[in-house]
């Protein structure tokens, strides 16, 4: 029997992911200027913005309480800023010719 069979871990989730996309659906709306909003482009978006955040790993509902508080930290501007530059560099390089 594998390590992982021994446990739950349905309810871990990385709070980063919610905070990145909903972020980088604001910022897209609000856009100005010409950008590729296919799905490559946009998951690419989502990628580079994850890689640059620090993971915000929670296992219960609590945690999720606390996540969502922290887009109005430090931690938020990191989201923010990190969606940005992930926007812009895909804006310059996009997944398609």
């Known amino acids: 029997m594998a390590f992982i069979d021994n446990y739950d871990f349905e309810l ?3 709070e980063a992911e ?3 996309l909903n972020e980088l659906g604001r910022q897209l709306e609000s856009f100005e200027g010409d950008i590729c ?3 490559d482009c946009v998951a690419d978006m989502a990628a580079f913005a994850l890689n640059s955040v620090k993971p915000l790993y929670r296992f219960s509902i609590l945690g999720s309480l ?3 508080q922290a887009m109005d930290t430090d931690y938020g501007e990191s989201v923010r800023t990190a969606v940005s530059a992930a926007i812009e560099k895909v804006r310059k390089n996009p997944s398609h010719e």
Request: positive net charge.
């Open 12 to 14: 871990l989730k990385n």
């Open 18 to 20: 919610n905070m990145v």
């Open 37 to 39: 909003t296919c799905n």
């Open 66 to 68: 606390y996540a969502a």
